[in-house]
């Protein structure tokens, strides 16, 4: 996420969406993908479509539009329009610290506040984090801005300007904090507190044991205005912003109550002669404010756990590095390490960037970023990922990536961005907590006229009332859901599931068909040149046919021509020079060798071009009942098969056990796979699949996806390649190996870091456990409400007890929240299983 002053200094030059002063405003936006005049005649008619846009002008020179709207609340409109006709508005993401929020009419009020800033496309609120993401449109708005509405919200707000703080519950203190005294975050405001109401309580619980005593009243005001005035002054000072701002929170509830059982005891103390002891209610205002005031502080601590993920990652960040320049080594700080740099690491050390090793072995310790408790060996060629710990040997790395481009950080963005996201059950919260305070206030004032009215008793009525102010509790409904998604995101994380949106996290519980790919994901990835059978019976050994397959597949990176590429080194065959070498998507490959025109690929390919398999034919039907996958060599004029050659691959070791869990979880397995049927069959077999579909092009498995959901199955797509980026983006669930390529990652909603299926089974047992405490934290938040309340209202809650429920309800909505923590991942737990060599194209 850019800080404030890349989101500034991205902005467009001549972007100036202030309105001018005529009565029609005009608005300009910056429009990306415009290429000729007819794309400007597609971008104006598309806006000119959008309600209550009047005058449109699209300019290709400088890439805006300029509209004419009465206000700017039609800019995310027409941004969507400029979408659908197939261009961009680009958009920034802005983080905000939040201050002074306590509860879910809060985040309601702030995201209003942001949603109304000119520009805004959607803003989120997170109670837990204490944090807004706001998406915008590039130029529309800045940090201060948004500070701007939220302060006239009555909170405050400061942009999130420090990567180190992702994920973490902001403190007063931190970077972009509000400050104030450590000692009001210190627990010794709720003890003075507690020592002053003590003694005000104390008669209550003497009575309780049949002794009659009750202190003078001018020595109850005395401990109980202390409490009321300087240790309540926030609920004052919060409750006033959200009055001032035109709406309420729980800060207002307890202030209303906790003063008006304050000031009915002093009209008490002030109309009953000096001679006589009235029953006076200080200690109810008192032990209210003391019990409120400790809920939050557990709260607060509480939530902080929450977060612990995250900030666990970012402390594997170390400081500094060192490096090796001009064959000198010297400590740097770790933000002056740039691509290419040599970094040294000694035993013990933490890896500081993700590189490449060029100098000596040793084994890591990836644990808290992949959950893979082993070691891991490093050798020259391999990487290495910042974060992890080096243990036995010296290592001498080639820095590949830094900063916010290393696994690390991308990891932290990850989780930052699913904590902060609302999950769809939020929405529910969100309808309720914006008409909560006003409901609670109407039911205070019913409670006071009912009883004042109909009982004749003011007292008890206006007592009555205060109780039902204070049980009132939107603070557990707003933390209901966010905490248990921290929890359950880093839960996840600890073990190596990355869970990248709420959705996602939500949805994957309810998963009953999971759809793998083969190559990379059930099986190792890694295939080997098992056979070569040459046309020519002068090439008896294969070593011409592999030459010539090794020639066209020397630019690829696909895991079958680095088989090939292998194979021909381990002979020390010399690769001839290919040209024209061009891939067939779908089919395999072409180009030319040595004046031949040879195309390599599967047995489609084949028979495409009219080659006759021969002989080979019946070598080739063998082979792929051993499940193997076999790929033809086919020189194209004439059409004639130059030869065969069989691939391999091992199924990981985890595999047969990851689909046994998932088959005991009553979840279908399927497998689709661009391999022939053969050897598809094979590894279903050994695998205990339930249906496998091959030969399926990439452009189909998407489709083939989709198809799988129609009689409304929740369907999730495993997969580690660019080519099932598409069926990972049409699943329900989108699941990819972190092994795999980034595009497939960026198209799921949730990242295995670990190439182990069995991860696949936890990831929806998480999912599964966290949606159970999602659902039971908000039932025990609603429960709370919905009993408390109207006890309170017929006289059945003394205020004290219904101060303790009210601080009660919020420490043990978190508190239930925090036992996802306890959670752990079976994956790595089962016996190996056997790896015999199978079949393995995608």
């Known amino acids: 996420m850019p800080d404030s002053s890349a989101v500034l200094a991205s902005q467009p030059v001549g972007t100036d969406l202030r309105p001018p002063a005529d009565a029609m405003p005009e608005w300009r936006l910056p429009v990306e993908g415009m290429t000729c005049a007819s794309c400007v005649g597609r971008v104006e008619k598309a806006l000119a479509k959008v309600p209550g846009v009047r005058d449109v002008a699209v300019n290709l020179a400088t890439e805006a539009a300029t509209l004419r709207a009465a206000s700017a609340a039609v800019l995310p409109a027409a941004a969507r329009a400029v979408a659908d006709a197939g261009y961009a508005v680009p958009q920034d993401t802005i983080e905000l610290n939040i201050a002074d929020m306590t509860c879910a009419s809060c985040v309601a009020r702030v995201e209003k506040a942001l949603r109304a800033v000119p520009g805004v496309v959607e803003a989120t609120v997170n109670l837990a984090t204490e944090r807004a993401s706001v998406t915008l449109l590039r130029g529309t708005a800045d940090p201060a801005a948004l500070a701007g509405a939220v302060a006239r919200a009555g909170y405050g707000a400061t942009p999130v300007v420090d990567a180190a703080q992702a994920g973490a519950v902001a403190r007063p203190g931190q970077p972009g904090q509000a400050t104030r005294p450590a000692f009001w975050d210190s627990p010794w405001p709720v003890a003075i507190s507690a020592a002053l109401s ?176 082993l070691p891991v060996p490093k050798q020259p060629g391999d990487r290495i990922t910042g974060g992890a710990i080096n243990f036995e040997g010296l290592l001498v790395a080639r820095t590949m990536a830094v900063g916010a481009e290393t696994v690390l950080a991308r990891i932290i963005r ?206 080739a039907q063998q082979l792929q009942s051993e499940g193997r996958t076999v790929s033809w060599l086919v020189q194209a004029a004439p059409p ?96 990819a190996m972190s092994t795999g390529t980034d595009v497939a990652m960026h198209a799921a909603g949730i990242t295995l870091m670990r190439g182990d299926p069995a991860l696949v089974a936890d990831a929806l047992a998480v999912s599964h456990r966290t949606v159970r405490k999602i659902r039971q934290n908000l039932f025990w938040a609603f429960i709370y409400n919905v009993v408390g309340i109207p006890l309170a209202a017929a006289g059945m809650l003394n205020p004290v007890v219904a101060g303790a429920a009210m601080a009660f309800s919020s420490v043990s909505v978190v508190g239930n929240a925090l036992l996802l923590r306890r959670w752990r991942a079976q994956a790595g737990t089962a016996p190996a299983a056997s790896t015999a060599t199978q079949g393995g194209a995608r």
Not at 298 to 315: G, P, V
């Open 198 to 373: 003590l003694p005000l309580v104390a008669p209550m619980v003497l009575e309780w044991f049949g002794v009659h005593w009750m202190l003078p009243a001018w020595v109850q005001w005395l401990l109980a205005t202390p409490v009321q005035f300087v240790f309540g002054w926030r609920f004052y000072k919060a409750g006033w912003k959200a009055v001032r701002a035109g709406a309420g929170n729980m800060d207002l509830l307890v202030a209303l109550g906790t003063t008006a059982a304050y000031g009915l005891s002093l009209w008490l103390m002030w109309r009953t002669p000096a001679d006589a002891m009235p029953h006076l209610y200080f200690e109810s205002a008192a032990v209210v404010i003391t019990l409120v005031r400790l809920g939050k502080w557990l709260e607060t601590r509480a939530k902080r756990q929450t977060a612990d993920a995250i900030r666990a990652l970012a402390a594997l960040r170390p400081d500094t590095a060192r490096v090796r320049r001009g064959g000198v080594e010297q400590g740097v700080p770790l933000s002056a390490v740039v691509v290419g740099d040599e970094i040294v690491v000694r035993p013990g050390e933490r890896i500081p960037v993700d590189a490449e090793v060029v100098e000596g072995t040793s084994h890591a310790d990836e644990s808290m970023l992949t959950g893979e408790s």
């Open 640 to 735: 004639r098969v130059a030869g065969l050659v069989a691939f391999g691959d091992a199924i990981k070791p985890g595999a047969p056990a990851a689909i046994a869990r998932l088959r005991a979880a009553g979840v279908r397995t399927v497998m689709l796979t661009g391999d022939n049927a053969g050897a598809a069959a094979r590894v279903a077999q050994a695998l205990g699949l339930d249906d496998v579909q091959a030969e399926v092009l990439p452009e189909d498995k998407a489709a083939r996806v989709q198809a799988l959901g129609r009689d409304g199955a929740v369907v999730a797509m495993v997969g580690d390649g660019i080519n099932d980026a598409p069926a990972l983006a049409a699943a329900d669930v989108g699941i």
């Open 414 to 619: 990850m989780v930052e961005h699913a904590q902060a996201a609302k999950a769809p059950i939020q929405r529910l919260v969100d309808r309720v907590s914006a008409v909560f305070v006003p409901v609670v206030l109407a039911i205070a004032l019913v409670t006071v006229l009912g009883w004042g009215l109909f009982a004749g008793d003011w007292e008890a009525a206006l007592l009555n009332a205060v109780a039902v102010l204070v049980i009132a509790c939107p603070c557990a409904l707003g933390l209901a859901t966010p905490t248990a998604i921290m929890a359950g995101t880093g839960a996840g994380a600890r073990a190596g599931i990355l869970i990248k949106d709420a959705e996602a996290l939500e949805v994957a519980h309810r998963v009953g068909v999971v759809a793998f790919d083969k190559t990379g994901t059930l099986t190792v990835g890694k295939p080997e040149v098992v056979a070569l059978h040459a046309a020519d019976p002068a090439d008896a050994d294969g070593s011409a046919l592999l030459a010539q397959l090794a020639a066209l597949q020397a630019g690829s990176e696909h895991p079958l021509a680095r088989a090939v590429l292998a194979a021909a080194q381990a002979r020390g065959i010399a690769v001839p020079q290919a040209s024209g070498v061009q891939a067939l998507p779908g089919r395999g490959i072409a180009g030319v060798v040595d004046g031949q025109s040879l195309q390599l690929g599967s047995e489609r390919l084949r028979d495409s071009l009219g080659a006759p398999a021969g002989a080979l034919a019946a070598v």
